[in-house]
């Protein structure tokens, strides 16, 4: 029978997306692992593979189409033997982004849909293809217990073919107790759209419509900040041994065309924090915190229209000069949206340099589940006291933003002095 190609969870976090281009036509043949479309998620452009073979019979989403759900069916794929025919008044075209939640029944004349896209006893959604849901379906298999082999650990037909039936878990086991619904959206968003349009009626103002990443944006942060319980360290650093060595290194590395930056260091100086204390080196995960052993750097990159926070994974083993020319590589990415999900999600820690842009402070909201971000800010000529001498040293303030789940108090502090201490002493960092 006809099997529905749907719109694809390519990121954990991805609800809806634009499909921005189509790779194949109606009548094309394809074969598992043929990229058949491209897909903007609210972060990157990615290919989307086909998981199963056979003939596109229908396309049924149009490419440019934004706001498409996941799970939406974006084509129909034909098996060896079947024709449009097969399809049925239900593949009609779909002109336009799929808004509503709710889509009529499919007539009985049609072959039977696919079954709803299944959950773990966890409440999270499991991942498959309509035919292997299909095929799970009529062999009482759980999907549970069957682990993918497609794209981001989607179960495909092949990994359901092989499985002997078993006892199924009725299709109502997966209606579980609800979870404790939220407060209410409305009270933590303020005064709503009407309301500010009337505020705003008599004056002259351009309304800019919010693309999928800044919508993101605004959730993600909004949610953070009202339910990570957020302290603040702030310490400084005097910069010139820094500046001093890095000037020396540059002059070294120039025939080999590298040039290292400020930031380089503050990645290494908190990677190597986090290994000397390993206990801050973690994540909220809801109902514990897990701590991670390697130093998964996550450092934010402004593009326009929002930001990325790409992860420089195992950064305390890296040199200056691998992280630097891996950041640059990662950030040129970022800026043409070209980052996979697993570049850009994870790490335990972020950095926020907003100093080159000449700010002396700020406070970062943390991006979970990270357990902390630190701020930087510029550095500035200061007069200091050393050794009861006023003297002018570069100082850059920093603040690290905590989430008082995960890290307490002291144990920041323990963080913060030692991300000062490889900063004041950049040779150590290299030993």
């Known amino acids: 029978m006809p099997t529905e190609i749907l719109m694809p969870a390519l990121s954990p976090t991805m609800e809806e997306g634009t499909l921005a281009k189509w790779l194949v036509k109606e009548g094309d043949e394809v074969k598992s692992g043929d990229v058949i479309a491209e897909i903007e998620t609210d972060k990157a452009t990615m290919e989307f593979e086909a998981v199963d073979e056979g003939k596109i019979g229908k396309i049924l989403i149009a490419e440019g189409t934004a706001g498409v759900k996941v799970n939406t069916a974006i084509a129909v794929l034909l098996e060896e033997g079947e024709s449009a025919a097969d399809i049925g008044a239900a593949a009609a075209p779909k002109a336009a982004a799929p808004k509503a939640e709710a889509a009529a029944p499919a007539p009985a004349a049609v072959s039977a849909p696919a ?119 702030r310490r400084s650093a005097k910069l010139d041994p820094l500046m001093e060595f890095r000037a020396m290194l540059n002059k070294q590395l120039e025939s080999r065309g590298v040039k290292l930056s400020v930031n380089d260091f503050i990645i290494k100086a908190c990677a190597l924090a986090l290994q000397e204390v390993p206990d801050a080196n973690a994540v909220w995960a809801g109902d514990r915190i897990l701590k991670l052993k390697p130093s998964d750097v996550a450092v934010a990159v402004a593009i326009e ?127």
């Open 115 to 233: 079954p709803a896209a299944p959950k773990a006893a966890d409440g999270n959604r499991i991942f498959a293809s309509p035919l292997a849901r299909r095929i799970a379906a009529d062999k009482g298999i759980d999907l549970a217990a069957v682990t993918g082999s497609g794209p981001y650990g989607r179960i495909v037909k092949a990994d359901v073919e092989g499985v002997k039936p078993g006892a199924a878990k009725p299709a109502t086991a997966a209606a579980e107790a609800p979870k404790a619904a939220p407060a209410p959206a409305a009270a933590a968003a303020g005064p709503s759209t009407e309301t500010i349009l009337k505020m705003y009626a008599d004056r002259e103002t351009t309304e800019v419509a919010l693309d999928g990443m800044r919508r993101t944006i605004a959730a993600r942060l909004s949610e953070a900040k009202q339910t990570i319980p957020h302290f603040y360290l």
């Open 305 to 431: 229209g929002g930001l990325f926070t790409p992860v420089l994974k195992d950064a305390q083993q890296k040199t200056l000069s691998a992280l630097s020319a891996e950041m640059k590589d990662l950030a040129a990415r970022a800026k043409s949206k070209k980052l996979a999900p697993h570049e850009y999600q994870g790490g335990s820690f972020a950095i926020s340099n907003l100093g080159m842009f000449g700010i002396e402070n700020f406070d970062a909201v943390i991006n979970p589940p990270h357990g902390a971000i630190l701020a930087v800010g510029a550095g500035i000529p200061t007069p200091v006291v050393e050794n009861g001498e006023v003297v002018v040293r570069n100082v850059m303030s920093m603040t690290l933003s905590v989430d008082h789940r995960v890290i307490d108090g002291a144990l920041g502090a323990q963080l913060m002095e030692r991300i000062v201490s490889h900063l004041e002493n950049p040779m150590g960092m290299l030993a």
